[in-house]
């Protein structure tokens, strides 16, 4: 059975400052990892995705994400925050069929 | 990546009533999902809509109550049946095409059941 976990339901930055989003996930195969991005009133957009490839995967709008298999996690990072980052993020998890689980979210408020 | 619509992207609507919210998309798909997002909360996958043959859907979900028609490759219909305030969510669709492994998703349509 596949989970996430994301470890933290509230981040607030300063602008210009770094961004770190923590979540670890639960699979029972090598699994598919994504990090979605909603910013309000909108859908759902795709930042990035780890699909067994390499472990650093770059995103939009500066972010990446490093799959570590030992700690079970996948945490969202971007060196510098800007205002328009602020939104809710979902780190998600899939195994080999379609599935999607999503984590509970983390909403990111950016301070001027 | 595949450009998703929703229709209607809101509505207030009564309980007891019915609602069809419509997804299309400008390209063939192999794959097409409806989930909800209740508020302040995450998604959950209702239904995979299957072309051509009846939905699969999740635990906790049944056809009476969100009925899913896709009649071809780019289009689908979700049904919120006699809805009541529980109802309240944003529905999304998503759509996955073979081999891609990543699912695109819609504007989602945001829907209020007084």
Known sequence: AQSVTQLDSHVSVSEGTPVLLRCNYSSSYSPSLFWYVQHPNKGLQLLLKYTSAATLVKGINGFEAEFKKSETSFH???????MSDAAEYFCVVSENDYKLSFGA????TVRA | SAVISQKPSRD?????????????????????????????????????????????YESGFVIDKFPI???NLTFSTLTVSNMSPEDSSIYLCSVESSGQETQYFGPGTRLLVL
Request: aromatic content about 6%; glycine content about 6%.
């Open chain 1, 76 to 82: 969202l990072t971007k060196p510098s925050a800007h």
């Open chain 1, 105 to 108: 979210g983390t909403t990111v």
């Open chain 2, 12 to 56: 207030i609507c009564q309980r007891g009533t019915s609602l069809t919210i419509q997804c299309q998309v400008d390209s063939q798909v192999t794959m097409m999902f409806w989930y909800r997002q209740q508020p302040g909360q995450s998604l959950t996958l209702i239904a995979t809509a299957n072309q051509g043959s009846e939905a699969t």
């Open chain 2, 69 to 71: 028609s896709r009649p």
